[in-house]
């Protein structure tokens, strides 16, 4: 029987990860370089599932290590006499680290970056010209338990990132597969089948994994980094392909009582070639040729039964069919990128990078409160290290606290008091070591066997993903406490000591996730509800503003923000709905937090909609015989908005059904007159079909906003607003 | 009362009573906010986390006055 199949993955792991820092621990004794625990230290952090991301996140380890080295040289060079002045510039530097990890693939390089600098800057004493050679062993430290766990990870057991790449890739295409043919049967948009669901929920976290599977397999495997640049451009096309593929989705929900057979003819062609499509994709990916190339399926809709439609069916049938045109360049792009990939294609593919807004991500207000917690954690760290006498272990508080706090900046959501447990394990499990095992061990070999035993222990309790933190905590305590070193001094105080201060560094962070921004799950989520609504509210009034007369500087300013707003806030708020406590839920729950999220997002795809519907050329005589209605609809629009900004619970169902009933009536009416008194030649033009498309992208806005309204009313807000310990 | 302060010890180690009285302070106050919770009287507050630090220092202080006078 092969060991594949005697050990399990959680076993393998754990014994990998006890294998490389006994590894680390015994080359450092051996060369006696200080500081022993710096090595343990890179593996604890650094080890993950494929070598391939452990070696990225390794690299990302070492070169933070030398920018924060760099910069902490630089600023004791600077102010070496001068505490404050050294404080204020530690600061600038650390609190731009911090601001950098939110939303950045790489933010591990710009957290061990902040880190290093008040680690190098105290670790070095009262003496500055022990910093330099504090960094030249914190280096060599990091570099050793890279190495270390290099080795270990690349020679046992190995698990190559590619593969593990490939196969997130063939699961993502197999769901989009599934998820096509599942949209085109004639059970189209019934959410409440659990199927789709789960393939929705699947894709969404398998996209989510790829960014970072990437970054490993571009390390790990040098066919990936040759076409690394294919390799981007095809998970930016799976990234639209999931948006659109949603679009689609709640698209098709309301053209469910037209016969889309009859009105798209080509329908039958296009669903069977896009299921070949995938297939064809899919075969690529196994290493196979494919059997032949996409093949045009024009979705051509049938005039004469289009005129027969109500005009909002109309609308929604030409919104459906754009995005059924959008899915089909997307897989026919997925298509040439993955025969680019493997070689099957001559044809050169342009590469496409995702474009993230600049203006947005750099002024995000949740990234600032990020930082304004983490500053809030360090200088209160810092204050109670300089002004309150006896305080223990002043270094390790104040490096400590800071770390943790950038740590909070990628995961806000995660609760201080989860930490906890592993922390107090791993300070309990390393103390008892060093204090009752360490001092009858005369050998290496030896302590090699207790090092052993304790990492395998910790890891293999901490084995799922969702307990990173803990694992990682846990090793990282019981190697301060054991303090590894070739002559072992041994104090029942430090081991005290550290565990006195440790509930100081929690009580620092409590205080810094409460001051001066709340970041309980229930008052983030309120905040970012509101945010989502201001944004609708003023990107509903940015929809008068007329073509000819371009808006001011400042007023594109707001929109660019406000449309990042739109297009950020519900993936945020999902992560936040599923981090509230059940004394926040109340009467609900978490599925129907969910379900009020996804009305959300499908709120602000609607709203993305109308946004870009509006922008093309408009018919004249649509536009000036409906106008008072389309303005009375965009102030209703607006004023929903603004007050659900405020009062989201105020969101009535039935008032917002009936009105839209009663908007939709009248404005259909009003089109017939329109169309009857025209010439039938000039009805056909691009433009009135534009206009017949904004219409129905504000009926699709409008019902978003009543679906809000019907999942809000299972919403305990009531419970979500009440102010609690 | 005692004007010469004295310590608490466990086997060789020395500590201050009003250690374990803010310890001890500290816990009473997190079970009292438990329960408010549970009761759903934390709402009249208008600020709790300030009342949990609040709560805590009063414990404290009762328990250094009448359970481990310092």
Request: charged share 20%; net charge neutral; with cysteine.
């Amino acid at each position: 029987m092969s060991d594949q199949r005697v050990l399990s993955d959680r076993v393998k792991t754990a014994i990998k990860t006890a294998l490389a820092t006994v590894l680390a621990y015994g080359v450092a004794l051996s060369m006696d370089w200080g500081h022993a625990y710096w090595a343990a230290f890179a593996v604890a952090f650094c080890t993950l599932s494929t070598a391939g991301e452990s070696l990225n996140k390794g690299l990302l380890r070492l070169s933070g290590t030398l920018l924060g080295s760099l910069a902490a040289v630089t600023l004791i060079a600077l102010f070496p006499q001068d505490r404050w002045l050294f404080l204020i510039g530690m600061t600038i530097f650390t609190g731009f680290c911090a601001y950098m990890m939110p939303g950045n693939s790489r933010w591990y390089f710009w957290h061990v970056a902040g880190l290093s600098v008040p680690l190098i800057a105290l670790a070095g004493g009262a003496n500055p010209l022990n910093d330099f050679q504090t960094i030249i062993t914190r280096s060599e430290e990091t570099a050793l338990g890279f190495l270390s766990y290099s080795l270990v990870w690349l020679l046992i057991w190995p698990t190559s990132s590619r593969e593990a790449l490939e196969d997130a890739v063939r699961q993502l295409v197999a769901a989009h597969r599934q998820l096509a043919a599942h949209y085109l049967t004639p059970t189209i948009g019934e959410t409440h089948d659990a199927g789709p669901a789960a393939l929705r929920r699947q894709t969404t976290q398998v996209l989510a994994r790829l960014g970072g599977l990437l970054d490993g397999a571009e390390i790990d495997s040098y066919e990936v980094w040759e076409a690394r640049h294919a390799w981007r451009s095809l998970i930016h096309r799976l990234s639209q392909l999931t948006s659109t593929s949603e679009r689609w989705r709640q698209s098709s929900a309301e053209v469910r009582e037209v016969d889309r057979q009859r009105l798209i003819p080509e329908l039958t062609t296009f669903a069977s070639e896009l299921d070949r499509r995938f297939a064809e994709i899919g075969r690529m990916l196994e290493g196979g040729p494919p059997e032949r190339g996409p093949i045009s399926a024009p979705l051509n809709l049938d005039d004469n039964e289009m005129a027969s439609l109500s005009p909002f069916h109309r609308a929604a049938l030409l919104l459906y069919r754009s995005h059924l045109q959008e899915i089909d360049k997307l897989t026919r792009d997925l298509f040439e990128t993955v025969a680019d990939i493997r070689n099957l294609t001559r044809a050169k593919i342009e590469p496409t990078r995702e474009a993230i807004p600049l203006l947005p991500w750099a002024l995000d207000p949740e990234r600032l409160a990020s930082v304004a917690r983490w500053f809030t954690g360090l200088w209160l760290a810092w204050l109670i290290a300089i002004y309150v006498p006896d305080i223990p272990d002043t270094v390790e508080f104040i490096v400590v606290t800071n770390s943790l706090s950038m740590a909070l900046c990628v995961m806000p959501q995660l609760p201080i008091a989860r930490t906890f447990l592993p922390v107090a394990f791993g300070i309990a499990l390393g103390g008892a070591l060093y204090i009752l095992e360490m001092p009858h061990l005369a050998s290496f070999a030896g302590l090699a066997v207790v090092i052993f035993a304790a990492v395998f222990l910790i890891c293999y309790l901490n084995h799922r993903p969702t307990q990173a933190v803990g694992k990682v905590a846990g090793l990282a305590l019981l190697a301060m406490v054991m303090g590894v070193a070739n002559e072992q001094e041994y104090s029942f105080l430090s081991v005290i000591n550290l565990a006195a201060v440790l509930p100081l560094i929690f009580a620092v962070l409590a205080v810094a996730t409460y001051f001066p921004v709340s970041f309980r799950a229930e008052h983030v989520f309120l905040r970012l509800l509101g945010r989502f609504f201001r944004a609708c509210a003023y990107l509903a009034s940015s929809l008068q503003w007329d073509p000819a007369n371009p808006p001011t500087r400042w007023q594109r300013l707001r929109r660019v923000l406000h449309l990042g707003d739109l297009a950020s806030v519900p993936g945020k708020l999902a992560i936040w709905a599923s981090a509230l406590p059940a004394a926040a839920l109340g009467q609900s729950t978490t599925g129907q937090m969910q379900a009020l999220v996804e009305s959300l997002q499908a709120l602000a795809y609607r709203m993305q909609d109308l946004i870009e519907i509006r922008a093309t050329p408009q018919s004249q005589v649509l536009a000036r015989e409906l106008l008072s209605q389309v303005r009375a609809w965009r102030l209703g629009l607006q004023d929903i908005f603004c007050n659900l900004s405020q009062h989201p619970e105020a969101a009535d169902f039935a008032d917002f059904r009936s009105r839209l009933d009663a908007m939709l009536e009248r404005l259909e009416e009003q089109i017939e007159k329109t169309v009857a008194g025209e010439d039938p030649a000039g009805i056909a033009t691009r433009e009135n079909e534009n206009s017949i498309r904004l219409l129905g992208a504000y009926r699709g806005v409008s019902e978003e906003l009543v679906n809000f309204a019907r999942q809000s009313g299972g919403i305990d807000w009531a419970r979500l607003r009440e102010t609690r310990f | 009362m005692h004007l010469i302060p004295h310590e608490l010890y466990v086997g060789e180690v020395f500590f201050s009573p009003m250690l374990l009285n803010a310890a001890l302070g500290l816990v009473a106050a997190t079970i009292t906010a438990r329960l408010l919770n549970r009761f759903r009287v934390s709402r009249y507050f208008y600020y709790p986390s300030l009342v949990l630090i609040a709560l805590t220092v009063i414990y404290s202080g009762l328990f250094s006055i009448f359970l481990i006078p310092g």
